[in-house]
């Protein structure tokens, strides 16, 4: 596809047999020309090495090996990417049709932008769609006094701000792309919100993020105050935390991203 970008997608999985072919093959019939497919297996012992052999002639690398976790996993498969825009998706995720050439025709036409993230739909353990999650613009004062609303499995990046910012940080087991976000916008880089559902994400009790949410707030935490004065908590940190989330979700009303069906399970709004 004469002047698009090679797009590097790194995959980390362990022990996903029952999602990852499906995830495989939504990244595969993209139909993208200059893709280059990286999967990191964190040495699962159930199906899915026999899964990944199926498919080694379109990927450009991969192992099974014990990597230390999902960050390290990510780590070493960006090391082998060798594409101008990168991005990843957990082998329980997958992307909507026709999103990779969405994305590079972004690239092109905005070659100011480093960073751009669409939309995700919740979907439940085997498929069904649960929600449209529908977020805004980023913003750096309610990104750093709420949370990371940045999808992940829709966010796709410049190479040149990933190596400029340092990569990811391995300190962080689940935060890391909250960390990533942010060292982005300290380094002035454009992040650039596009309103169009670029991937499924599942959520589901046996769900990483949703295991370990403990954890994640506490990552969260250690990020953020990275950017107090001595480490310590503002005394009006809980008064912007208020103004932030008044904000956003007034924002949201008025971009129309709150949709019916909500399920009052689910956390953040």
């Known amino acids: 596809m004469a002047g698009f970008p090679k797009i590097s997608v790194v995959v980390p999985s362990f022990n996903q047999a029952k999602y990852l072919e499906l995830t495989l093959r939504c990244i595969l019939d993209q139909n993208y020309s200059e893709l280059e497919l990286i999967v990191i297996d964190g040495g699962s012992t159930d199906e899915s090495p026999d899964i990944i052999r199926r498919y080694e002639k379109h990927i450009k690398f991969w192992c099974s ?6 960050t390290l996993g990510l780590i070493k498969g960006f090391s082998h990417a060798t594409g101008q825009i990168q991005c990843f998706l957990n082998s329980d995720d997958l992307f909507e049709p026709d999103v990779l050439h ?3 025709r972004y690239f092109v036409e905005h070659p100011d932008v480093d960073v751009v993230y669409g939309n995700t739909t919740w979907i439940d353990a085997e498929g069904r769609a649960i929600r449209a999650q529908k977020e805004i613009p ?3 004062f309610i990104y750093l006094y709420t949370y990371n609303y940045i999808p992940g499995m829709s966010a796709f990046w410049r ?7 340092g990569g990811l940080n391995q300190e962080f087991q689940l935060a890391f792309d909250t960390d990533l976000w942010i060292r982005i916008s ?7 919100h596009v309103a169009r559902q670029w991937s499924r994400m599942r959520y589901y009790p046996e769900q990483k993020t949703q295991r370990l949410l403990h954890v994640a707030l506490q990552e969260n935490m250690v990020i953020r105050s990275r950017y ?9 940190y809980y008064l912007r935390r ?9 924002w949201k009303l008025m971009t129309g991203c709150y949709g019916w069906g909500y399920r009052r399970h689910m956390r953040n709004a």
């Open 65 to 70: 090996e014990p990597d230390g976790g999902q």
């Open 102 to 104: 969405e994305v590079a």
């Open 138 to 140: 980023f913003s750096r």
């Open 159 to 165: 190479r040149s701000i990933y190596d400029k910012v």
């Open 186 to 192: 300290d380094h002035h880089g454009k992040i650039k």
């Open 228 to 236: 107090w004065k001595g480490r310590r908590m503002p005394s009006t």
């Open 242 to 250: 208020k103004i932030a989330l008044m904000v956003r979700i007034v």
